[in-house]
């Protein structure tokens, strides 16, 4: 475990460096990162979730995020439509099940037609060229992201279950009405029901974003990233992952100072060839085994 961890601070400092953290682009000189740059984010499928283990032992659940075949497609400026942003698309797929307006916004960008496709606002100096591919290694381990997809459809459901209500009492004087929701409105005046009532109706299936999640490992060959906690959305679901915007415990809206400077605009693909397979965040503290005198 201990050369493992060696190996792994080998390659984040090999891989992470200051000097290799920018995208070099033959049209504009490489990029600096502050704490005012807003990078762009991609789009990746969640895969489902597992457990990773950190130098104590001590289980970690993580969602694993896959990134497949992202490229931009679009940029847009100041001077066109009022603001910076980048056009991403995910996941390639077949001409014959594009329309014809839709396939000539991809040829227009010389890429292939994609099957999601979503836009992030970034500043003017995270702007990157058209068909630029994002791969995992776009974010760093121990870096914090937030991450946006539908939540889990769960079709028409009962007020205890959709607002959590307690129910009526579980008593033989109440009749075939232990999960009713009671009353839902008052007597002939006002005689109605007010808008915005928590009643029974459709649940789920809205958009929601869990913010702060810490990345744990990054795996450049399949890129994946996993992620600490759970990720809203079903199976192969399109999220939408970002760097993250609240204050975290360590003090920095994105990242530890360690971990800081992000690669800016995006990862070198010369500094991703020579990093390791995966790279593995860094939890430190004390052993949580040994009892404190």
């Not at 307690?166 to 009353?183: F, K, M, Y």
């Not at 005046?189 to 958009?207: I, N, S, T």
Request: hydrophobic share 40%; aromatic share 6%.
């Amino acid at each position: 475990m201990a050369s493992l961890l060696s190996s792994v601070r080998v390659g984040l400092r090999a891989g992470f460096s200051a000097q290799s953290r920018t995208f070099v682009s033959a049209a504009a000189q490489p990029a600096t990162w502050t704490h005012n740059s807003l990078r762009t984010g991609v789009v990746a499928r969640k895969k489902g979730m597992t457990a990773v283990w950190d130098e104590w032992g001590v289980r970690i659940p993580v969602t694993v995020l896959q990134i497949e075949q992202n490229q931009v497609i679009q940029v847009i400026t100041e001077e066109t439509h009022g603001y910076t942003a980048l056009q991403i698309g995910s996941t390639d797929r077949s001409e014959k099940n594009v329309s014809k307006p839709v396939l000539g916004h991809f040829e227009k960008a010389g890429v292939a037609p994609k099957r999601r496709v979503v836009e992030f606002r970034v500043t003017p100096d995270a702007v990157l060229p058209v068909g630029t591919e994002l791969v995992a290694s776009h974010f760093v381990p121990g870096q914090f992201v937030d991450c946006s997809a539908p939540t889990m459809g769960k079709g028409f459901q009962g007020a205890m279950k959709r607002h959590g209500f307690g129910g009526q009492p579980a008593s033989h004087g109440t009749s075939v009405t232990h999960r009713s929701l009671g009353s839902t409105g008052q007597r002939k005046d006002p005689g109605k029901v007010f808008k915005g009532k928590k009643m029974a109706g459709r649940m789920g299936g809205e958009q929601a974003t869990v913010q702060s999640l810490k990345v744990m490992k990054v795996d450049k060959a399949l890129n994946l990233i996993y992620v600490k906690g759970c990720v809203p959305g079903v199976d192969d679901q399109f999220i939408k992952v970002r760097d993250a915007t609240l204050d975290v415990d360590q003090g920095d809206k994105i990242a530890p100072k360690d971990v800081l400077p992000l690669p800016f605009p995006t990862a070198d693909p010369e500094a991703v060839k020579a990093m390791p397979r995966e790279l593995v965040a860094k939890t430190g503290g004390a052993d949580p085994y040994v009892m404190k005198e």
